[in-house]
């Protein structure tokens, strides 16, 4: 299935000019979506049963022609949807060269450079976050939600009975874990995949400001106590996924100490900012967590998938995931050598430390920072714009790097969640700007994610912009419909 030499070479270039094609051209300027339906999606890019062979050229020649057309070019400054991280060029080309090398991280042996390289970023992250102690490690896997869902599993197996692992939960008394309302669904998945029912993760009620409120967390904590249930593990959430709030960690990390209970961080998105020195109150407690979870891939900047689970002590890791059949014996006499396949759900795994390594090592810590910075002062700046502005309402002031707000609506006999809601959906038919609609107190509210260091103040005041082109349109639509 080799190719000649030349042919290779000739098609890294021709996809290398579509890589720049889409930098040069898409990155300000044009729409970053087409609104396609699925059925034309299925059609450009379907195969057929014995599909025939084609000519590599002519692969790349279709996909220059299509790719971009039918994706969502979220590299550009006027994505804001969800917590999508932008990615970076260096990681690009770390992706490149993660697939020639095709390592797979399974053991020590069968990945070298790839183990060391994974175990030099973990502590690199922890540093830089300042959650570094000798005894912690970690691994990178696919996203946060295998992250929380690793992390809910490290707590049942440390917090839970000793024979959890060969018996399952059965007998246990009924174990609960405690989050705010505003912490993240895939919390919820976990505790249905681990079998604790979402039904024993209890919510606390948030503040004003979106953050757990301690002292209801201690009573539930009591009353659950008191009826001869199981309390395990808090997971304060730094960073919500709504609005970017940063739960109370210190108070949090008091109350798991007064219980003797797991103390875990939901770092996934808001975690990166804990570096900036202006931050290091709002994240206080963040070193008492025994463990949390960090995605290089939405606040470093690293390019679709790399998340990361760290936990304070070493041995909780591989208390809950190694097991070693025979034919995974081999290379395991050095003691050095760490097999990572024993801190993990995952057995084969790609090289996924290659770009966070090149990320770090390119940007450093100082231009790291830099671009964190930007994008909080980037929400802040849309803050600022939604206050002044009459026809918008801000809800919040920015934590982090997201801002929620809202389109007033003018006439009393169109309601204002109702219009919020045509606006996100026009949005997506206009294809300029993206952003992802959520709901603050049960009413929809625009909502942008600001993680992109290419954002500058001309790319929000063009969000607006289009915003208030949109919104006139959605209100005479809902008027005269
Ligand atoms: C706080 C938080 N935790 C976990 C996740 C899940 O991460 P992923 O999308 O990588 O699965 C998200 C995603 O936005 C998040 O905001």
């Not at 270039?13 to 930098?23: A, G, P, T, V």
């Not at 599909?51 to 039918?70: I, M």
């Not at 895939?186 to 209890?202: E, R």
Request: aromatic share 10%; proline share 3%.
């Amino acid at each position: 299935m080799d190719f000649s030499k030349r042919t290779f070479r000739n098609l890294v270039n021709q996809s290398n000019k579509m890589i720049e094609s889409w930098y040069s051209q898409k990155i300000r300027g044009e729409k970053i979506y087409e609104n396609k339906t699925p059925s034309e999606i299925k059609k450009v890019f379907s195969l057929e049963e014995k599909n025939k062979q084609c000519k590599p050229e002519d692969v790349l020649s279709h996909l220059d022609n299509n790719l971009l057309k039918y994706s969502n070019f979220n590299p550009s400054p006027n994505y804001y949807g969800y917590i999508t991280g932008s990615g970076n060029q260096i990681g690009i080309i770390g992706e490149f060269l993660k697939s020639a090398l095709n390592q797979n991280n399974l053991k020590w042996h069968s990945a070298p450079a790839n183990t060391e390289i994974e175990k030099i970023c973990i502590d690199w992250i922890s540093k830089f976050i300042g959650y570094y102690n000798k005894k912690n490690a970690g691994v990178f896997v696919s996203g946060g939600s295998v992250a929380n869902l690793m992390n809910i599993a490290i707590i049942r197996k440390i917090k839970g009975h000793n024979s959890i692992n060969k018996d399952g939960i059965y007998g246990s008394k009924t174990m609960r874990i405690y989050v705010s309302t505003e912490s993240h669904s895939s919390i919820d998945k976990a505790m249905d995949i681990l079998g604790l029912g979402i039904n024993n993760l209890v919510k606390i009620e948030v503040d004003n400001e979106f953050k757990l409120q301690p002292k209801l967390l201690r009573e539930k904590i009591r009353e659950d106590l008191n009826k001869n249930l199981l309390p395990i593990g808090v997971i304060g959430t730094a960073g919500t996924t709504n609005t970017g709030s940063i739960d109370p960690l210190d108070a949090i990390s008091k109350i798991c100490e007064d219980f003797n209970l797991w103390f875990m961080v939901d770092a996934a998105y808001g975690g990166p900012a804990a570096s900036l020195s202006s931050y290091k109150k709002k994240f206080k407690g963040l070193d008492k967590a025994d463990s949390i979870l960090i995605n290089p891939h939405k606040w470093l900047f690293v390019p679709f998938e790399v998340a990361c689970v760290i936990v304070k002590n070493k041995d909780h890791l591989k208390k809950t995931f190694s097991l070693i059949p025979e034919y995974l014996q081999g290379g395991t006499e050095i003691e050095e050598r760490d097999d990572l396949m024993n801190y993990s759900i995952q057995l084969s795994k790609d090289f996924k430390a290659l770009k966070v390594w090149m990320t770090i090592k390119t940007f450093g810590y100082s231009k790291i920072k830099r671009s964190i910075n930007n994008d909080i002062d980037m929400a802040r700046y849309a803050y600022e714009i939604a206050k002044k502005d009459p026809l918008f309402q801000p809800l919040h002031y920015p934590e982090l790097s997201i801002l929620c707000f809202k389109y007033l609506s003018n006439s009393p006999k169109v309601s204002d969640s109702l219009l919020n809601k045509k606006i996100t959906d026009m949005v997506e038919e206009d294809g300029r700007i993206f952003l992802s609609g959520t709901k603050i107190n049960n009413e929809n509210v625009l909502r942008i994610n600001c993680v992109n260091h290419r954002r500058e103040r001309q790319d929000i005041d063009f969000l607006f912009k289009v915003l208030r082109d949109i919104a006139k349109i959605a209100e005479e639509k809902i008027k005269n419909h």
